[in-house]
């Protein structure tokens, strides 16, 4: 492939331009980052095969060690034991932290991990550090990601014998479009093309559409339209899907995610047999942080070990006469989470409602991740859908890289004589868009779960007699205030022409394309005038750190003389 | 760009651009549309598939929701009749049994209320006592035989076999009209005089309105699309409040 001279990252739209190098495609490459295990697969020419690394894994661990000058990620480095990633050295979770700013009650959470979280509670980065030589050395979410990133890159160009360049990554149904960003950002920083970023339960509605036509074809049968819920629990992230397939087309009907996982099962069943624990490990010392990887290490094992068993014992001496001695019972571990699960059923519910379909009309219950396992969201999942059993063709662990793999082969553009690629996604936006209107309300333009690529506008107006100018807050998310909602970015139209308030039509349209990039035009039309002042045409997010920030400025210094009101209109839909 | 693209969504209506007939299902709507996200969806056809996916995923969301579908058929002059939950124009005649092609209509301007029709099928037609009518009350609600002579037993001839897709508009229209007046006591109902001559006008006015709205939409530069969309649909939904409005005056006449 031709090194291209110069290539923004953050703006990169190179999409067109490698469709149209027929010669040798790139295969883009599928990589599931999760945020405890990670894997890498590809379509090899005539089915998706998972690369294992030199130590002959598949799956491995989502964590990068600092150490002297060299930092090491979980793909080269093989632990010893599981203490060694909780000495305070080595940072994880990256995938709950990234894109979030210090008042985010999942980063507060993340205070009990053994590197070191540090809040001003102000709207801005958290500090992140990771402990070298009893030093706490910074770093970012995107840093940490990047570095693990270029080892899986590196790891897959060994295998593949070829440069890597092109991915198509997973990611969690509730991450905002900022937190895209920081995704993309890493990737960039590793050197790696984001072709597509594919919420996980979509990527295993994609393998589940490739399943079902190869069992139609095998049957010879008409391939009719199968309805699945798809329910994904990881570590971090719960995500619930719902698709429509048929001839290899899967149609996203609803999404619904959370950030819910095994991390705060494990937080709250560390909280439970420690209740003190946070005070105990509120200062990071190097004692501490041993204390609290024991702990970790020991109810981890617990949890695990619920999944097969009623009861277990947990013995855990943190020395100063901390002991804890415990006979666990799996009805015990499933009360302290009893808000988890709570929140697993409200998702699936939601998703269900949303797709306006009874849990009657799924044919297929396919449950993911690595929280699959536990039985308490297994029963979940089974009652809520009504039935005895769940889909038993994928391995709950691999499904979403598999997708992954399958979406990286379609979007490159490569073809399989055997019609194993005949397969297409049809995506719908997880979360509302819209502006700042009437207020501080929150006015979506494209509503959550509208099939992608989709183009929408409206007509707004000013509030104020003579107002010139209007300032664009978009916003994304489901609530009704817009405090309540992620801030995308937001600029100012000029030029209104001085007319009482409630005449200007300002037009705001939104585009989604298929590569998930969001732009919103927006200007003021003028009937009647000869050359009308050009549109505005903004790539969204813009916006960088301490978003929160910004906004509250704005506000205090324009209050509302820049605002606009949503025009009524008959007949809209 | 914009213009260009929409313009061009308009004038293939939404069954052209699926390459459907008018009266597709639900399902045989789903499967067009896979079919052509498979050739068109930028992720097989590259970017320039984004405009046509557009178009696709504007047309595929009206037609599966069954409002909207109404509301876009009466837009671009078509009328469904009976097909899928609901028909764009309820008419006053149930179905017994399937639909078929062929509906019976009683012209009841010509009838004579003799009530010939109801002594031989009376599960199939009814007498309007209000106007002194017969009508059909149930289609094919007897056997076809004693239907048949009951058209046979006509007078007047005036028990028609119409078109199961013309039905509706030719009941709808055989019922007094709420008649346009200017002065106070203007306003009055009147029946058109031939059902079948006012169902063809009304089938032009439809398609006229129709064309006329998007000449509009393409003439005047400053008016978006979005505009556009809302002035037709506004003009739509009076004329669909007219029409309801007729209906629930009937309702309450016939009882």
Known sequence: MAEQAYTVASDSETTGEEKTSPAFPEIAIGIDIGTSQCSVAVWNGSQVELLRNTRNRKLMRSYVTFKDEVPAGGVSDELAHEHDMLSGAAIFNMKRLIGRVDTDPVVHASKNLPFLVQTLDIGVRPFIAALVNNMWRSTTPEEVLAIFLVELRAMAEVKLRRPVRNVVLTIPVSFSRFQLTRIERACAMAGLHVLRLMPEPTAVALLYAQQQQQSAQENMGSGSEKIALIFNMGAGYCDVAITATAGGVSQIKALAGSTVGGEDLLQNLMRHLLPNMKDLFSHHGIEEIKKMGMLRVATQDAIHKLSSEMAVPVDVDLGNGTKISKFLERAEFEEVNKEVFQKCETLIKRCLCDAKLEAEDVHDVIIVGGCSYIPKVRNIVMSICKREELYSGMNPLEAAVRGAALEGAVASGISDPFGSLDLLTIQATPLSIGIQADGSNFVPIIHQNTTTPVRKEQNFTTVHDNQAEALIFVYEGDEKTVEDNHLLGYFKITGIPPVPKGVPEINVCMDIDASNVLRVFAGVIIPGAKCPPPFMEVRMPTVDDGHAWSAQTLHKTYGSTLDLVTVKKKGQH | M??????????????????????????????????????????????????????????????????????????????????????????????????????????????????????????????????????????????????????????????????????????????????????????????????????????????????????????????????????????????????????????????
């Not at chain 2, 929409?6 to 079919?35: C, F, M, T």
């Open chain 2, 2 to 255: 914009r213009e260009a693209e929409v313009s061009q969504g308009r004038k293939k209506n939404y069954y052209d651009l699926l390459g459907i007939p008018i009266h597709s299902s639900p399902q045989k709507i789903k499967e067009a549309y896979r079919k052509l996200q498979k050739i068109y969806h930028p992720d097989i056809a590259g970017p320039k598939g984004h405009d046509y996916t557009l178009v696709l995923n504007e047309a595929y969301k009206v037609l599966m929701r069954e409002d909207l579908r109404r509301e876009y058929d009466v837009s671009i002059g078509q009328i469904r009749v009976g097909s899928g939950k609901g028909s764009s124009l309820q008419g006053y005649s149930s179905w017994k049994g399937p639909l078929r092609p062929q509906a019976l209509f009683v012209d009841e301007n010509t009838c004579i209320g003799c009530a010939e029709c109801v002594h031989h099928a009376r599960n199939t037609f009814v007498m309007d006592e209000a106007l002194a009518r017969a009508r059909v009350r149930v289609q094919y609600g007897d056997d076809d035989s004693q239907i048949q002579v009951s058209i046979e037993s006509c007078p007047v001839n005036c028990i028609h076999w119409v078109d199961t897709e013309e039905l509706r508009v030719l009941e709808h229209l055989s019922r007094p009209q709420q008649k346009d007046g200017h002065g106070i006591y203007g306003q009055g109902w009147e029946s058109p005089i031939n059902a079948f001559k006012a169902a063809k006008s009304f089938h032009n006015q439809l398609k006229k309105q129709a064309k006329d709205s998007i000449k509009n939409a393409r003439s005047t530069e400053e008016e978006t699309p979005a505009q556009a969309e809302a002035r037709i649909n506004a003009s739509m939904k009076l004329k669909m409040e007219n029409i309801s409005r007729i209906w629930s005056w009937l309702k309450e006449l016939v009882g």
